[in-house]
């Protein structure tokens, strides 16, 4: 594949990630879920954004933790944060666990077509 295509390919991508991402219900986060940061998996185009950023992602067992929380225990990447991230509080099998309520929850079935998705991208 030339390197034409494969910038065409991956620009194709970002925008579908990215409409993905505008669809998901709002959320009036408060920030304190931190502790539920934990293993992650990223599709190519999350992987490929991050790792931009000059980031690794993985599981810090040292600190319990994900690795792109940084020392105050705030995601380094919050703006680009995978799709599992931001999933997470809008499907009641991932509700907050402080209370934070969507504008609509997420059915399971949705949930697990947007993850596929990502997984594609």
Request: hydrophobic letters at 35%; one cysteine or more.
């Amino acid at each position: 594949m030339s390197t034409i295509q494969e910038k065409i390919r991956r620009a194709v991508r970002c925008i579908e990630l990215d409409e993905a991402y505008a669809s998901l219900p709002r959320l009036d986060c408060q920030r304190k879920c931190q502790e539920s940061c934990g293993p992650i998996v990223l599709s190519g185009e999350e992987l490929w954004r991050i790792k931009r950023r000059g980031h690794v992602a993985y599981y810090d067992a040292r600190r319990h933790a994900c690795s792109l929380l940084n020392e105050e225990g705030d995601c380094s990447v919050h703006d680009i944060r995978p799709m599992i991230c931001r999933l997470w509080g809008l499907t009641k099998s991932m509700a907050c666990p402080f209370g934070c309520v969507p504008e609509r929850w997420l059915t399971e079935d949705e949930t697990h077509a947007l993850l596929a998705k990502a997984e594609e991208w």
